[in-house]
């Protein structure tokens, strides 16, 4: 229980700071937002053209893909807010030997590394794509009773957790290739492939997005959830998923810390 | 300092330096830009969307035309990336810009050539992927004509110039403010979305279509793409909307650069 409120604590001092610091770019924040408004309207437009009368997206009508295309800016918001700062800096942390820093720290270093700071860029993503879902939910006919959020909830969350991993499995590859950052920016655009509902794509390619790369669990899954449409095997799979990711991204990060070699070599 | 001029002056002997040492410094960077390349699928996933949906059936190219569409869209945005304002901030932060300003060449002309090289290195992986997609999907084949593939690489060179000189109007703005760069995210939201890159222009509603014709963005992809895949274009209106826009951006590009190289002080912005 201690090490738990030192970590609470730890994570408070973090964020505080950061926020600190990046509320000195106000105009940063402006164009987020302008940027963030663009691109969901964008987004929706390109949506709007496999819609024409009465057409089907996979079997998913025009409301139900707006709640996918929800989860999905919900999501790329958290990533641009939590996941790119953090797991964007350890390839910086290798090439420049501050690692040794970090690990030398009497605090787990995975924690360390995935939660040091956060970004207010992703902030108002998190809140257009949690619009989008309220506003789109109800209209897709999903009536709201408090033990199906809550089960949305944790599917959303173990979306959460499965995208942490991935990203953290790609980003732990930078301790032997320093030079293997971008891999992240493949990672990014294989997952855009989520802003649509999965059963709109032919089967090879959905087979790929559920078993090697859980894209279906990111976004159609938790959108099926939010639409009531859930089941337990659905929410089993999910919270499957987002268990074993999270356990192999930490059993990598141990097994690449045995063969990390600070800088110099 | 007109841009050109030292070219004119001493032929093409510091073209051909400049390009050959951005040349070799790119090859040192062959794994990062395999993973550009390979972060470029975009148009594939959309692809497949597209070939699903009773929508691109709607679209009136067939699904032999929607095949060689992406793929060709995938080929011309690999072969006109622009990433001149990255660079060029990092090149002003840094202060790396101020010997590039003594020197008797226009700054931007090492840009251009970091740009050109930097899409010879990507030759090979793009070959590799194209080579990949029709192995997987043997029936879209095809070869373009020599004419067709010439008038094609001119549209991508048109396009790759048009975006240059928009992120070079943006990279001036460095010169003003530190923080130009996150202006690139505005320009790339159209960018994504009118270019033709998710959906040819022939998907759009007809209203949208013709007001998008009159920005740069649908001649960055959907006119090269097309042409590239021989699918029915007016080259002439294409052609032309391309070099009027190069006529309109090169001397703006140029003279904010002339006012900002004006107010820089060698120390960051």
Redesign the interface.
């Known amino acids: 229980m201690a090490a738990l409120r030192r970590y609470l604590l730890t994570l408070r001092r973090f964020w505080g700071t950061a926020l600190a610091g990046q509320l000195e770019?106000q105009?940063?924040v402006v164009?987020?937002l302008?940027?963030a408004i663009?691109?969901l309207a964008?987004?929706v437009?390109?949506l709007s053209?496999?819609?024409?009368q009465e057409?089907a997206?996979?079997g998913w009508s025009w409301q139900q893909a707006l709640v996918v295309q929800g989860v999905y800016t919900l999501l790329d918001g958290v990533a641009s807010t939590w996941l790119r700062p953090n797991l964007g800096a350890i390839v910086t942390h290798v090439r420049e030997g501050t690692l040794d820093f970090v690990l030398l720290k009497p605090i787990d270093s995975q924690f360390w590394l995935s939660l040091r700071t956060l970004s207010p860029a992703g902030l108002s993503e998190i809140a257009l794509g949690l619009g989008l879902i309220a506003w789109a939910a109800p209209r897709a006919g999903a009536t709201f009773r408090a033990s199906g959020l809550a089960l949305a909830l944790l599917v959303l969350l173990a979306a959460l957790v499965t995208l942490y991993s991935l990203w953290f499995l790609l980003a732990t590859t930078s301790i032997w290739?320093v030079?293997?950052w971008?891999?992240t920016?493949?990672l990014?655009?294989?997952l855009?492939?989520g802003r649509?509902p999965i059963s709109?794509?032919?089967p090879g390619?959905r087979l790929l997005f559920t078993v090697v790369l859980p894209v279906a669990f990111l976004t159609t899954v938790p959108a099926e959830m939010l639409l009531g449409r859930g089941s337990a095997p659905l929410l089993g799979a999910a919270l499957l998923v987002a268990g074993v990711s999270f356990g192999l991204s930490r059993a990598f990060w141990r097994f690449a810390l045995g063969h990390y070699t600070s800088a110099s070599s | 300092m007109a841009i050109g001029s030292p070219l004119r002056k001493r032929g093409f002997r510091p073209a051909r330096a400049l390009l050959s040492s951005q040349f070799a410094l790119m090859s040192e960077?062959r794994?990062?830009i395999a993973?550009?390349a390979?972060?470029?699928?975009?148009p594939f996933?959309m692809l497949?969307?597209w070939?699903?949906?009773?929508?691109g059936a709607?679209l009136g190219l067939g699904s032999l035309g929607l095949d060689r569409y992406f793929l060709s869209a995938y080929l011309v945005r690999q072969f006109s990336v622009v990433w001149v304002v990255f660079a060029f901030e990092e090149d002003a932060l840094l202060g790396r810009l101020s010997p590039y300003l003594l020197q008797p060449l226009h700054p931007l002309w090492r840009y251009v050539a970091a740009h050109l090289a930097e899409q010879l290195t990507r030759l090979p992986f793009a070959a590799v992927i194209a080579a990949v997609f029709f192995l997987i999907n043997p029936g879209a084949f095809w070869l373009p004509s020599v004419g067709q593939f010439v008038l094609a690489a001119l549209a991508t060179l048109g396009a790759f110039a048009i975006a240059f000189l928009l992120q070079s109007l943006i990279a001036a703005l460095c010169f003003f403010s530190e923080?130009a760069s996150?202006?690139e995210?505005?320009l790339f939201?159209?960018y994504?979305?009118f270019s033709g890159l998710?959906?040819p222009l022939a998907?759009?509603p007809q209203g949208?279509r013709a007001w998008a014709q009159w920005t740069p963005f649908p001649w960055l992809i959907d006119f090269p793409a097309r042409l590239l895949a021989g699918l029915p274009v007016a080259l002439g209106v294409g052609f032309a909307a391309e070099l009027a826009w190069i006529a309109v951006l090169l001397p703006l590009a140029l003279l904010l650069w002339r006012a900002g190289v004006r107010r820089y002080t060698a120390m960051g912005a």
Do not use: D
Not at chain 1, 49 to 52: I, Q, R, S, T
Not at chain 2, 38 to 42: A, D, E, I, P
């Open positions: 770019y105009l940063n164009l987020e302008l940027a663009a691109n964008g987004s437009f390109i053209l496999f819609f024409g057409r997206l996979g290739f030079k293997t971008n891999a920016e493949v990014r655009a294989a855009t492939a649509f709109a794509y032919p390619l | 960077y794994a990062e993973l550009w390979l972060s470029g699928l975009l996933i497949a969307l070939r699903q949906a009773p929508a709607a923080k996150a202006l995210r505005l939201v159209p994504l979305f998710l959906a998907a759009f949208v």
